[in-house]
């Protein structure tokens, strides 16, 4: 059983920067399909923020897209999302996902809040 756990999440000032780590357990990320990121603002649907799969695609939402950077770890089973100029509409849970021959794996989430 995958386990996906996130952190790094915490209140930053616009303009501010964040890391977000994701540690796998259960399986490596090499073997996963693809690792990516979600979010969820208060009132709004999950959206796609950032995917890399084992082929080295990588693709953004379009709303980070230029500001923020998916990288992975296979050595630490991690994946991390690099977060710079962040925005107050920046602000959500964020939520790692694993797929894995198929089956979806997900994180409990982290909270980003941007304000001054």
């Known amino acids: 059983q995958v386990q996906l756990v996130e952190s790094g999440g915490g209140l930053v000032q616009p303009g501010g920067s964040l890391r977000l780590s994701c540690a796998a357990s259960?399986?490596?990320?090499?073997?996963?399909?693809?690792m990516e990121w979600y979010r969820q603002a208060p009132g709004s649907e999950r959206e796609l923020v950032a995917t890399?799969?084992?082929?080295?695609?990588?693709n953004y939402g379009e709303a980070v897209r230029g500001r923020f950077t998916i990288s992975i770890d296979n050595a630490r089973n991690t994946v991390y999302l690099q977060m710079n100029s962040l925005k107050p509409e920046d602000t959500a849970v964020y939520y790692c996902?694993?797929?894995?021959?198929?089956?979806?794996?997900w994180g409990k989430g982290t909270l980003v809040t941007v304000s001054s």
């Open positions: 259960g399986g490596s990320t090499i073997a996963m399909g693809a």
């Open positions: 890399l799969t084992n082929r080295g695609y990588i």
């Open positions: 996902r694993a797929l894995l021959y198929g089956i979806a794996y």
